[in-house]
């Protein structure tokens, strides 16, 4: 119970909090709609004036908490203030995005029944116009207002128009369509199978929120839904004259009764969260323009693009990401993407998984697809630069300390490029002085013609914003650690591991963590060949130090081919293993969960157990359940993971 409450009370505090205030509002409104001064509007629409209203002021609730999950800015600042008080809170803000999901189904939800409930109101409307019946009071109430200047209930004037024409021709029809359909793009477009596959329509689609909050602020301005004035109530009492309403206007006692719709009120709702979102995009923005130069680009077999930068003032810390945009490519996408280096270093790098167009088209402008050195001139970068003279040579294929492969652009890796001063780049490196974007380089050699060239040549470079943080932050706030990484979701665990390595080379005694369990699942074999420099690079580190029980790694190869099968048993006997090149050798299939948490539960009792996953959602829930079954014997497992 305590694991329970402890992975999840606070979360269900919060889902239970925003369900109540949902209830509380559409029960208030729909009530408050009961009272008198709407008895002649209910006497034309009956409860659909109430089903209409009580979602409206639910929707305008949850429009205003729409936008505050994906203020990245603000959530990362929130999270290092109450970081210091409750880990507990700080880690609900790295379930943003689920609550994102929430809010908008809600508004969904909400607006289906706003929608089927005024489309009956706009039937009776027209009912009571057509009706031509003086003995009717609906009719009666629809006639009030034909005089110049008068107050009217009825927002169809006339028999003969429609409720189609009335939904076109009017503010709160037109934009109730527009706000409708950019909610259905927006909320279709997100679906899992077009984000994964098609990234750039759930991207476009989703920028329709401008459209949809300008609809919405703009929905009611011509208050169509009205009301008795307070004036009126005084004067007329709807009780008691409704019955009488062939002599309104004869009896001082029930003079014609007037009418007025409420003011706007959905902008005082939305008005703050679209200022902090504004403010959100300023920052963003600013960020974005400045100069980053690209120090070094890696092909990896397993089609993983490493991009090593640097930028002036970007700080960061373990297992936080950064959006990317490359201008060549489009204006207006921008693509996460987890560190994977890192605080101790004096670069930032991602690598990223080629899937989709946006990245195979940042491979391309990174010069992936050709097998000679290219030139920094000829990578994505700001603005054009006069080129600086070096004597650039990089030939080498090393591993250096820091585990990252080094090479000329042999067929292995598929090309480095080198700019500016980076320490893992072999061969002596000069920037210009411009700055970060504005690194050029080429060889004493290089003819006229080519120089003219270069400085003809505008290519746009990759802008970056962030970092931001997330859950793997905390990594070293727990003394036993669990990092489950599947695929490419080994990205942040890079980050982590490499500061590790940091940590004991510089002999840090302050790392409060000391054990790390570190699991990757991988489908194909050449997806292990970019991580596995690093993880050598840590197991000679840690045999150094004498710290083998430091760090314990099981690297499951999930999937295999027939002859990659007769390899690994020919070599199974070899001291190191056949694909890592580690003295820990790969184990083949999935692994046992139970068994695992259950031995480091053993191990370890009494312990708060850090469990870190980035991976797919079939094996959060499955390592979620593992957390709260095994908390109860002995360690407490807290799960944490990796949302973007």
Same mark, same amino acid.
């Given at each position: 119970?305590?694991?329970?409450?402890?992975?999840?009370?606070? +979360?269900?505090?919060?889902?239970?909090?925003?369900?109540?205030?949902?209830?509380?509002?559409?029960?208030?409104?729909?009530?408050?709609?009961?009272?008198?001064?709407?008895?002649?509007?209910?006497?034309?629409?009956?409860?659909?004036?109430?089903?209409?209203?009580?979602?409206?002021?639910?929707?305008?609730?949850?429009?205003?908490?729409?936008?505050?999950?994906?203020?990245?800015?603000?959530?990362?600042?929130?999270?290092?203030?109450?970081?210091?008080?409750?880990?507990?809170?700080?880690?609900?803000?790295?379930?943003?995005?689920?609550?994102?999901?929430?809010?908008?189904?809600?508004?969904?939800?909400?607006?289906?029944?706003?929608?089927?409930?005024?489309?009956?109101?706009?039937?009776? @409307?027209?009912?009571?116009?057509?009706?031509?019946?003086?003995?009717?009071?609906?009719?009666?109430?629809?006639?009030? &207002?034909?005089?110049?200047?008068?107050?009217?209930?009825?927002?169809?004037?006339?028999?003969?128009?429609? !409720?189609?024409?009335?939904?076109?021709?009017?503010?709160?029809?037109?934009?109730?369509?527009?706000?409708?359909?950019?909610?259905?793009?927006?909320?279709?477009? +997100?679906?899992?199978?077009?984000?994964?596959?098609?990234? $750039?329509?759930?991207?476009?689609?989703?920028?329709?929120? =401008?459209?949809?909050? =300008? &609809?919405?602020?703009?929905?009611?301005?011509?208050?169509?839904?009205?009301?008795?004035?307070?004036?009126?109530?005084?004067?007329?009492?709807?009780?008691?004259?409704?019955?009488? %309403?062939?002599?309104? #206007?004869?009896?001082?006692?029930?003079?014609?009764?007037?009418?007025?719709?409420?003011?706007?009120?959905?902008?005082?709702?939305?008005? &703050?969260?679209?200022?902090?979102?504004?403010?959100?995009?300023?920052?963003? @923005?600013?960020?974005?323009?400045?100069?980053?130069?690209?120090?070094?680009?890696?092909?990896?077999?397993?089609?993983?693009?490493?991009?090593?930068?640097?930028?002036?003032?970007?700080?960061? $810390?373990?297992?936080?990401?950064?959006?990317?945009?490359?201008?060549?490519?489009?204006?207006?996408?921008?693509?996460?993407?987890?560190?994977?280096?890192?605080?101790?270093?004096?670069? %930032?790098?991602?690598?990223?998984?080629?899937?989709?167009?946006?990245?195979?088209?940042?491979?391309?402008?990174?010069?992936?697809?050709?097998?000679?050195?290219?030139?920094?001139?000829?990578?994505?970068?700001?603005?054009?630069?006069? !080129?600086?003279?070096?004597?650039?040579?990089?030939?080498?294929?090393?591993?250096?300390?820091?585990?990252?492969?080094?090479? +000329?652009?042999?067929?292995?890796? #598929?090309?480095?490029?080198?700019? #500016?001063?980076?320490?893992?780049?072999?061969?002596?490196?000069?920037?210009?002085?411009?700055?970060?974007?504005?690194?050029?380089?080429? +060889?004493?050699?290089?003819?006229?013609?080519?120089? *003219?060239?270069?400085?003809?040549?505008?290519?746009?470079?990759?802008?970056?914003?962030?970092? %931001?943080?997330?859950?793997?932050?905390?990594?070293?706030?727990?003394?036993?650690?669990?990092?489950?990484?599947?695929?490419?979701?080994?990205?942040?665990?890079?980050?982590?591991?490499?500061?590790?390595?940091?940590?004991? *080379?510089?002999?840090?005694?302050?790392?409060?963590?000391?054990?790390?369990?570190?699991?990757?699942?991988?489908?194909?074999?050449?997806?292990?060949?970019?991580?596995?420099?690093?993880?050598?690079?840590?197991?000679?580190?840690?045999?150094?130090?004498?710290?083998?029980?430091?760090?314990?790694?099981?690297?499951?190869?999930?999937?295999?081919?027939?002859?990659?099968?007769?390899?690994?048993?020919?070599?199974?006997?070899?001291?190191?293993?056949?694909?890592? #090149?580690?003295?820990?050798?790969?184990?083949?299939?999935?692994?046992?969960?139970?068994?695992?948490?259950?031995?480091?539960?053993?191990?370890?009792?009494?312990?708060?157990?850090?469990?870190?996953?980035?991976?797919?959602?079939?094996?959060?829930?499955?390592?979620?359940?593992?957390?709260?079954?095994?908390?109860?014997?002995?360690?407490?497992?807290? %799960?944490?993971?990796?949302?973007?």
């Amino acid at each position: 119970m305590g694991s329970f409450l402890a992975n999840e009370g606070l +979360s269900i505090v919060v889902i239970l909090v925003w369900l109540g205030i949902n209830v509380f509002l559409f029960v208030h409104f729909y009530m408050a709609f009961l009272i008198d001064r709407w008895f002649y509007t209910r006497a034309i629409l009956g409860h659909a004036l109430s089903w209409a209203r009580a979602p409206a002021a639910c929707l305008n609730f949850n429009c205003m908490l729409i936008l505050l999950p994906v203020c990245r800015n603000l959530l990362s600042f929130l999270r290092g203030s109450i970081q210091c008080c409750s880990r507990t809170a700080a880690r609900q803000l790295d379930r943003n995005l689920t609550f994102h999901k929430l809010v908008a189904y809600m508004i969904a939800f909400h607006t289906a029944v706003h929608i089927i409930a005024h489309l009956f109101n706009f039937e009776r @409307f027209m009912d009571a116009q057509l009706e031509a019946n003086m003995s009717s009071l609906p009719h009666v109430l629809s006639l009030i &207002g034909n005089k110049h200047n008068e107050s009217f209930l009825n927002p169809i004037r006339n028999n003969q128009t429609s !409720p189609t024409i009335v939904m076109f021709t009017t503010v709160a029809g037109l934009t109730g369509v527009v706000i409708t359909l950019a909610l259905i793009l927006m909320i279709t477009s +997100s679906m899992e199978v077009i984000r994964r596959s098609y990234f $750039e329509v759930f991207w476009f689609t989703h920028h329709l929120f =401008i459209i949809f909050f =300008i &609809g919405l602020v703009l929905h009611g301005i011509k208050r169509i839904v009205r009301g008795q004035t307070l004036d009126s109530l005084k004067k007329h009492n709807p009780i008691t004259c409704h019955s009488e %309403f062939e002599r309104w #206007g004869l009896d001082q006692d029930c003079p014609e009764p007037k009418f007025m719709g409420n003011p706007p009120g959905t902008w005082k709702w939305v008005v &703050g969260p679209m200022f902090l979102y504004l403010c959100e995009r300023l920052v963003r @923005f600013y960020r974005s323009q400045q100069k980053v130069v690209i120090t070094k680009v890696v092909m990896h077999p397993s089609k993983t693009l490493e991009l090593q930068m640097k930028k002036k003032g970007f700080r960061m $810390e373990v297992g936080q990401y950064v959006f990317l945009q490359c201008p060549s490519i489009s204006q207006l996408e921008w693509h996460p993407f987890t560190l994977t280096s890192a605080p101790e270093e004096d670069h %930032f790098s991602v690598h990223i998984r080629l899937q989709g167009d946006w990245t195979e088209a940042l491979y391309i402008a990174c010069g992936g697809d050709r097998t000679r050195l290219q030139e920094a001139w000829e990578l994505p970068r700001s603005e054009p630069t006069t !080129p600086q003279h070096t004597g650039l040579q990089v030939r080498a294929h090393n591993t250096t300390p820091h585990g990252v492969s080094e090479s +000329s652009g042999s067929a292995q890796c #598929g090309g480095i490029y080198c700019a #500016g001063k980076a320490h893992l780049c072999s061969g002596k490196v000069q920037a210009s002085e411009r700055g970060c974007d504005s690194a050029a380089l080429r +060889s004493e050699s290089r003819s006229d013609e080519q120089q *003219v060239d270069m400085k003809r040549r505008k290519p746009q470079g990759i802008a970056v914003d962030g970092p %931001f943080g997330t859950a793997s932050e905390d990594v070293f706030r727990y003394e036993v650690v669990m990092l489950v990484g599947a695929g490419i979701g080994v990205t942040p665990f890079a980050s982590i591991l490499k500061s590790v390595w940091y940590k004991h *080379v510089q002999e840090n005694t302050n790392v409060f963590t000391k054990k790390i369990y570190f699991y990757w699942l991988c489908r194909e074999t050449q997806a292990f060949e970019w991580f596995a420099d690093l993880l050598q690079s840590l197991e000679r580190q840690m045999i150094a130090k004498d710290m083998r029980d430091f760090l314990t790694y099981n690297i499951y190869l999930t999937r295999w081919r027939d002859t990659e099968a007769a390899h690994f048993r020919v070599h199974h006997e070899a001291e190191n293993d056949p694909i890592t #090149g580690l003295k820990q050798k790969t184990l083949y299939g999935k692994p046992n969960w139970d068994t695992e948490f259950s031995a480091i539960a053993t191990n370890h009792p009494g312990c708060k157990v850090g469990v870190f996953l980035c991976g797919p959602t079939l094996l959060a829930k499955d390592l979620e359940k593992q957390c709260l079954k095994q908390s109860q014997a002995g360690a407490e497992f807290i %799960f944490n993971k990796e949302n973007f």
